[in-house]
Nanobody
Framework: QVQLVESGGGLVQPGGSLRLSCAAS????????VTWYRQAPGKERESVAT???????GYADSVKGRFTISRDNAKNTVFLQMNSLKPEDTAVYYC??????????????WGQGTQVTVSS
């Protein structure tokens, strides 16, 4: 069974940093486009950062210059380095990945989410 597992969330003070991880496990042939989303209480889920299979990246305006998305293809893992965190970054962060299994099945998966709270 292929699944995504996020980790790295927690409580941090304004101005601090966190590094989120999104690891794909199971019979994976390749992981393609991966996007980090976030959803704050009472708000819609929004995309934060995207990385393609060849390392191309894109960011929401609200996080440009503060967040960096990267990937380790050998480990089927994508990271989100978050610096200069603000209270408005508080949300549950989810990763979404388009990937293919070793049986040739293509799928889009969501992780379970990890809570990020920025507060003094």
């Amino acid at each position: 069974q292929v699944q995504l597992v996020e980790s790295g969330g927690g409580l941090v003070q304004p101005g601090g940093s966190l590094r989120l991880s999104c690891a794909a496990s199971g019979s994976i042939f390749s992981m393609y486009v991966v996007t980090w989303y976030r959803q704050a209480p009472g708000k819609e889920r929004e995309s934060v950062a995207t990385v393609t299979s060849v390392g191309g990246t894109g960011y929401a305006d609200s996080v440009k210059g503060r967040f960096t998305i990267s990937r380790d293809n050998a480990k089927n893992t994508v990271f989100l380095q978050m610096n200069s965190l603000k209270p408005e970054d508080t949300a549950v962060y989810y990763c979404n990945a388009f990937l293919k299994s070793t049986t040739g099945q293509s799928m889009t998966l969501w992780g379970q989410g990890t809570q990020v709270t920025v507060s003094s």
